[in-house]
């Protein structure tokens, strides 16, 4: 193993991202507020002032939390609260005005099943069916109790297997946008962002962390002599090879071509030299169709620094691997910051 050294200085350069999660309860809310405001009137006229006074001072706070959602400031009333009196609001309704009140159970279920998790969703569903199939015997014959409670366990079961296959389906787009196609490491997309979160973390926790930039050495001539088939089946081959024997919190990326990266969370630049060595070595035990001979890699090591961004850290490392290739190849060498 050779260690070339250089020493570099870079400036800091930092992206903040920032996600907005409010904006569909905040449709939701406002809808809700809308459907509440006539039932005020609705128990007015009933002259039922108790729950018209409870549902005014409701419908107050729901305002209250859309003005503070709006501002981006903590919220008055605690989300599950809203939801709970959404069921509630049903239950009476269903009460006072009978069975055709109880149609509006469905968008509610369908509503819960968009905003919780499936799990709650179903609590909540079962916490929403049963006093309703009670209060309907008081208003409706036993066959209409019948039909509502199997046409509820339908909906449910129904929305069950959708957000199930939803989420299976969402879990495979991710997984091949985050993916290479050929050899099934991560793609440089989710590279850059990951490395973005990298330099953010360290900024809070000072924890070491390098890179492996690994090239194959005369890839070229492997394209050239044996066949891009052949060249696709070694690239597989090495990226098996590194997954194997890499560590639990390590991440591979293919960088482009015949470029990979190797994340190293907690390596400092001795360690992540002492890694970069063995993943040549067990490189080097891949044997080329055709060749008595083993592939061989370059790698450039870096260890994050605090003036670094994310793209001079990879240069950095290109550097280090530029100086490995002009150093006679199958070689790991490093950069080392002031």
Known sequence: MTSCVTFIDIPQFIKPNKLDENYFYTLFTCLFCCFLAPFIVFWFVKELYLLAIIEAFLLIFLCCNLRRISINKSEILPRSVVLISIGCQLLLLTYYAGSSASLWSYPLLATYFFILPIRHANYVAIALVLPMSYILTFSSDSIFVLRYV?????????ANLIITINKNLQKELLRQSISDPLTHCYN???????????????QRTQDAVSI??????????????????VGDDILRQMVKTIQEHRRASDMLFRYGGEEFILLLPEANHKHAMLIAEKTRKFISDIQLPTKHQGLTVSIGVSEFTPSMSADDWIKQADVALYKAKNSGRNKVCSIEMN
């Open 150 to 158: 199997s046409s509820i366990i339908a909906t449910v079961i129904i």
């Open 188 to 202: 440089r997309r989710h590279l850059d962002t990951t490395l973005e979160q990298t330099t953010h973390l360290y």
């Open 212 to 229: 492996l930039l690994i090239d194959i050495d005369h890839f070229k001539q492997i394209n050239d002599q044996l066949g891009h088939l």
